[in-house]
């Protein structure tokens, strides 16, 4: 009975040991896992495009606040040429952002809105003559144009007239 004793004290104090070297190994294979997951963070290398996405959600906000339901009042827009998102859509913060809108009657243009970034379009022009490939072609600027019809209200008449949106979206640093 008395060796049965011993052999349990034993035991209990290897139990303990085994416990402090748990400790030390949970400590060494977390220290593992983290220069792991860092080195494999540092050659990883991810970049995910959303510029021609923004351009997209841009345009159509433009559309909505220009033409609701379809229809521009011609009246509203003439004399904003350089700051409609401003005056007429509330809209701010056009760093990136270049918005061009024409609108059209027949083969005649009525009204050429403009404005944000004009320096966007340049850029689009290099990217589209150069064949650019590898890491620099992720600071090409997203691009959205599309032509609506709408009815143009111009002196109490309505008429069938296009109106083409461009939206262009620079690459933010």
Same mark, same amino acid.
């Given at each position: 009975m008395v060796y049965k004793d011993k052999i349990m004290k034993i035991n209990k104090k290897a139990a303990l040991?085994?416990? $402090? %070297?748990?400790? =030390?190994?949970?400590? %060494? +294979?977390?220290i593992i896992a983290i220069v792991i997951l860092g080195i494999s963070a540092i050659y990883y290398d991810y970049y995910i495009d959303v #510029?021609?996405?923004? !351009? +997209?959600?841009?345009?159509?906000?433009? $559309?909505?606040?220009?033409?609701? @339901?379809?229809?521009?009042?011609?009246?509203?827009? /003439?004399?904003?040429?350089?700051?409609?998102?401003?005056?007429i859509c509330g809209i701010s913060n056009l760093e990136r952002?270049? +918005?061009?809108?024409?609108i059209s009657s027949a083969e005649n243009q009525l009204v050429f809105l403009k /404005?944000?970034?004009?320096?966007?379009?340049?850029?689009?022009?290099?990217y589209k003559k150069s064949s650019l490939t590898g890491k620099i072609g992720k600071y090409e600027p997203g691009q959205f144009s599309w032509n609506y019809t709408i009815n %143009? %209200?111009?002196d109490g /008449? =309505?008429? #069938? !007239?296009?109106?083409?949106? @461009?939206?262009?979206v620079s690459y933010e640093f």
């Open positions: 040991g085994e416990g $402090v %070297l748990m400790i =030390y190994r949970l400590l %060494l +294979v977390t #510029k021609n996405a923004e !351009s +997209v959600i841009m345009a159509k906000d433009v $559309v909505n606040c220009l033409a609701p @339901e379809g229809v521009l009042d011609l009246a509203i827009v /003439q004399g904003h040429e350089n700051d409609f998102l401003d005056k952002f270049y +918005v061009g809108v024409n /404005q944000g970034d004009n320096a966007a379009i340049w850029a689009k022009e290099i %143009l %209200l111009k /008449q =309505y008429t #069938k !007239s296009k109106m083409n949106v @461009e939206v262009l």
